[in-house]
């Protein structure tokens, strides 16, 4: 998301060269219109940033749904492979879904309803579970359950927002966000909650950021306009365009004085101008959203049994792994907090290619030959290509997608250059890539597999260590060791 640029003054005025002979009152209405349209701007700017945010957040709860609804039909799948009843499957589909956690500081969780109303689990509130919650209402009155299931039941996978403390503190009820889907096989709705009231507060604090300057610059003005307001009034109208045009190319710390009322007739211009500008933002944001639903259908289409937790964990190993990079020599001119978001989304992607490869390959248990194996590591190119003709298609430039495909297409490239698919080696990998193979490789370590056992903690760490400067970079082994007690935590809170 584009960082919002700091308020500050666009200008001084011009000296004027001789009284204005306007009378006080005159001033003020000139003050007054002037407060009303910077106003105006700040208000609808934050209402435009606020509207944003939120549609980022459910972006992000229904990528959450698509997991949890991946983790269920796989338990499912699994279930039936071994002869367990539906009952089971079900408990310990519910069990998995209590524990996830998403979101920054983990925040976020699932609760599961039937699509009768009833509510089956929920990780803090397990005191209703089993009871009817159609019936609940929200601080407004609003019966958000019943409106869930309803919705669910007419076919319907969208958000809602009610106002509700679902743990009972005496506070005030927060904004919620929520975002359902519908299991059917097992009559479910799955939805993905978080708190809204962090975006509110941030804009609550940029308003007050904002009326303080306002505050300011109108006393500036009064002083100002006292002096020279009959420079002001020949020169006005250019002043307006050009702050319209500092707006247009993004300069949002832009700010100018306005001559008296019978100047301000390219007002209306203006604000056009400085909308368009917004505007233009707010379309690539939704284009890079766009881009990336169509990248997470394929992921959906997925056949292999690393969907759930696998990708849980990647995503945080890297992450872990980056916030400590960017304090090291040599990384930290590439990593800062737009190389980390991204690379939060972009890990999610990085097995999307598996879906071209046939089952007899991907879900063989025993060791695969020759060509097999030359199938397999096709899945790079296949997940590196799927991601570049998602931003052709849709025809946008997005940071986190151009990481998504460096990861999909390099994350089996080894720094000694034998790697796969273009046998890259040490610097010509792509950072981001040289730090998900390491999440990548400590998971694989450390979970079965149909082949294998899963190795513990201590037992993976000193399996890796061989692999410093062959498969690993150097600089960043020596990072994950440092962050290795993160990852075995990690470990541990996101087990399948």
């Known amino acids: 998301m584009p960082r919002r640029a700091k308020?500050?003054?666009?200008?001084?005025?011009?000296?004027?060269?001789?009284?204005?002979?306007?009378?006080?009152?005159?001033?003020?209405?000139?003050?007054?219109?002037?407060?009303?349209f910077l106003g105006w701007t700040f208000f609808w700017l934050l209402y435009a940033e606020r509207q944003s945010l939120i549609g980022l957040r459910e972006a992000g709860l229904a990528d959450e749904i698509s997991l949890a609804l991946s983790v269920c039909q796989r338990i499912a799948e699994d279930s039936q492979a071994r002869g367990l009843s539906v009952a089971e499957a079900q408990f310990q589909a519910l069990e998995t879904l209590r524990r996830l956690r998403y979101g920054p500081m983990h925040q976020g969780y699932f609760y599961v309803l039937s699509t009768s109303g009833e509510l089956l689990a929920h990780p803090l509130r397990p005191d209703l579970e089993g009871t009817d919650a159609a019936h609940l209402t929200d601080e407004r009155g609003s019966r958000f359950i019943g409106e869930i299931v309803r919705m669910a039941g007419a076919g319907v996978t969208g958000s809602t927002r009610y106002y509700w403390q679902w743990a009972g503190e005496p506070a005030r009820p927060p904004a919620r966000l929520a975002q359902f889907g519908t299991f059917l096989p097992w009559a479910w709705v799955i939805v993905s909650d978080v708190s809204i009231a962090d975006i509110d507060e941030q804009i609550a604090h940029d308003l007050t950021?904002?009326?303080?300057?306002?505050?300011?610059?109108?006393?500036?003005?009064?002083?100002?306009?006292?002096?020279?307001?009959?420079?002001?009034?020949?020169?006005?109208?250019?002043?307006?365009?050009?702050?319209?045009?500092?707006l247009q190319a993004g300069d949002l710390s832009a700010r100018a004085v306005t001559g008296p009322m019978d100047e301000l007739g390219p007002l209306a211009t203006a604000i056009n101008l400085m909308a368009e500008g917004i505007e233009q933002r707010d379309q690539q944001i939704r284009r890079a959203q766009r881009a990336a639903v169509f990248a997470l259908a394929k992921l959906a289409e997925a056949r292999d049994n690393e969907t759930g937790g696998h990708l849980l964990r990647v995503r945080e190993y890297s992450v872990a792994l980056a916030e400590v990079l960017r304090g090291k020599p040599g990384f930290a001119d590439q990593i800062d907090d737009q190389f980390v978001d991204d690379l939060y989304d972009a890990t999610m992607l990085h097995d999307i290619g598996k879906v071209?490869?046939?089952?007899?390959?991907?879900?063989?248990?025993?060791?695969?030959?020759?060509?097999?194996?030359?199938?397999?590591?096709?899945?790079?190119?296949?997940?590196?290509?799927?991601?570049?003709?998602?931003?052709?298609?849709?025809?946008?430039?997005?940071?986190?997608?151009?990481?998504a495909e460096q990861i999909a297409r390099s994350h089996h490239e080894r720094w000694d250059g034998t790697g796969y698919v273009e046998r890259l080696a040490a610097g010509a990998i792509p950072l981001a890539a040289r730090i998900f193979t390491i999440a990548d490789v400590y998971d694989a370590l450390t979970t079965a597999r149909p082949y294998k056992l899963a190795f513990a903690h201590e037992q993976a760490l000193a399996t890796m260590q061989e692999d410093r400067g062959r498969r690993f970079d150097?600089?960043?082994?020596?990072?994950?060791?440092?962050?290795?007690?993160?990852?075995?935590?990690?470990?541990?809170?996101?087990?399948?």
Request: zero cysteines.
């Open 209 to 246: 950021m904002q009326v303080a300057v306002l505050v300011i610059l109108v006393a500036t003005l009064a002083f100002v306009l006292s002096v020279t307001l009959r420079r002001l009034v020949l020169s006005g109208v250019d002043r307006l365009t050009s702050l319209a045009r500092r």
């Open 7 to 36: 308020s500050g003054h666009g200008g001084g005025a011009p000296q004027a060269g001789g009284s204005s002979g306007l009378t006080p009152r005159a001033i003020a209405v000139l003050l007054i219109i002037l407060f009303i």
């Open 356 to 403: 071209a490869t046939p089952d007899r390959i991907l879900l063989k248990p025993d060791v695969l030959d020759e060509g097999e194996m030359a199938v397999m590591m096709s899945h790079t190119l296949t997940g590196a290509n799927t991601i570049r003709a998602a931003r052709r298609q849709l025809n946008v430039e997005s940071g986190f997608l151009v990481m």
């Open 474 to 496: 150097p600089g960043v082994y020596d990072a994950f060791i440092e962050v290795a007690d993160t990852f075995d935590h990690i470990r541990r809170e996101f087990a399948d």
